[in-house]
Every structure is written in C-alpha cells, then in structure tokens.
C-alpha cells in the first residue's frame, strides 16, 4: 500500500508481545498480516493473534513448492485449530520455469549465490509481491535466534519493503519462553521437532542436527562461513550479491522493480 502511511503512536519499547499484536490490529486492521513458516515462533504468534481477533486476522504464508510434507500436514492443524484462512503465495511460474531452465533444480548445492537465487524466486519476490498490499506485517525473529538478528526491534519501519511497517512481538523472547507459552497453549507444533529438527525450511535445504550444534545448522548445512538466511530479512551482501545480481538478471533480464499500490 502507500508509504504514506497516517501517523501513529509506537507502542512502549517494553510492551508485551500481546500488546504489541494488540495495538497492530487495532492500528493497521485489513492492512495487517501474519506471515509465518509454521514454526514455533510463528505458531505462538498465530495463537495469540487468535485468542485476541477469535480467528479473524490476515495470514499468509511461502509455498516454496519444495516444504515438507510435514509442514503440510502441520497447516491442516493450524486451519482447523483455529478457523483462520491461510493464504499460499506461490512463486511466479515464469520466473521459476526460467531458474529451472537454467540452473536445473537442484541450483542450491552449487554455491551460495544461487542458492541466494533459489530463495529470491521462491520466497523473496513472492513475498515482495504480497507487502506490496499491505500497511504492516508481523513476523517471528528472535535476536538470539542468530548473529544476524541480534538488533530485530518489535517494531520498525521496513525500507526494504516500501516502508511498511514490520512487526517482530516475540524479539526479545527466549527458546525457554517459546516451549513454556506452547506447552501452557497446547499450540500445534511441526511434526519434524521431534526428530531433530530445531528449525526448517525447504526439505532438500534442512537436516536434523547434532547434539551440540546450531539450531540453524541444518540449515543450508553444505554452507560454511556464510549467513544462514534466505534473504527474506536479510540481503545478501558483498561478492555474494554481485554474483547473485548476475544470475538474477541471467533468468530475469526484463526484471522491474515492484510497485508499492
């Protein structure tokens, strides 16, 4: 929507992560949306949104076409749980047929920069497409989830995105805080987390780890020395981004900016 968006009070930098989600359905109503990868964060974040809207909130999440069956089966649950309608934004099937075209589909073994090129058709561009038509958005990042978003803010506005305004309630929450609000809930929880999987993605780029490691080392785990990030939060920066930009404009030479409504 329009970067111009009307003024607003901030909430209070130590609001409740309840507040938080209160205050941004009150503020953004229709121009609000929960995007979640059915993780646990997200999942708590989908509990508390329902108690607090009794189901009627915006969720989407990214339909790589690569999940795994378990993430499936896990937003089966998450429907019938809650009575919430879960919209699945999809890649572009001409910008997916041309990476296939020419990288194969198994891209992201190759080296980081196309896997950063997997993640940008898959998962970045569908999602630039979807907050193009919103005022806000709410995501489950936590700071001690990765070096990389150890500064993440409940609320900030997202440059990245047209200026809209993004919202991470559970920022300053522990993993201990997580289970304890899941297990308190009975919130639905992925099927894979009972077999080693602490965090998940796409099926060829997550393993389950090793006592003793990352939670985020299955992820991408032929990587090393590199951030552990698919460039929904994060973009690739360095060497990493200008072979990354080749390859983009490689697939999608007539490639266009996207256009805020």
């Not at 329902?50 to 429907?79: M, P, Q, W």
């Not at 460039?231 to 266009?256: A, K, N």
Request: aromatic share 8%; hydrophobic share 35%.
């Amino acid at each position: 929507m329009s970067t111009a968006l009307p003024k607003f009070t901030w909430p209070k930098a130590n609001a409740s992560a309840e507040d938080v989600l209160r205050w941004s359905i009150g503020e953004f109503g229709s121009g609000l949306a929960i995007c979640t990868s059915f993780q646990a964060t997200g999942t708590v974040i989908l509990d508390m949104a329902a108690c607090l809207t009794a189901g009627n909130v915006k969720v989407f999440s990214l339909d790589t076409g690569r999940l795994h069956e378990e993430t499936y089966e896990l937003v089966g649950r998450i429907r019938s749980r809650y009575g919430i309608d879960i919209e699945m934004i999809t890649p572009d099937s001409a910008e997916l047929t041309s990476m296939l075209t020419t990288h194969g589909p198994n891209l992201f073994f190759d080296n980081v920069s196309k896997r950063k090129l997997c993640c940008e058709i898959r998962k970045v561009r569908p999602l630039k497409r979807k907050l193009a038509s919103l005022d806000a958005w709410v995501v489950g990042l936590r700071r001690n989830q990765s070096n990389s978003r150890e500064h993440i803010e409940k609320v900030s506005i997202d440059e990245e995105h047209g200026g809209i305004v993004k919202l991470a309630p559970l920022a300053d929450w522990t993993a201990e805080q997580v289970s304890d609000y899941i297990k308190r809930n009975d919130v639905p929880q992925h099927g894979l987390y009972a077999k080693g999987y602490p965090s998940i993605g796409c099926a060829p780029c997550t393993r389950a780890i090793e006592p003793g490691e990352h939670p985020r080392a299955g992820r991408w785990w032929w990587e090393e020395d590199t951030d552990k990030e698919c460039g929904m939060h994060f973009s690739p920066s360095g060497e990493v981004r200008r072979d990354f930009d080749v390859l983009l404009d490689e697939v999608l030479p007539t490639r266009r900016p996207f256009l805020v409504k």
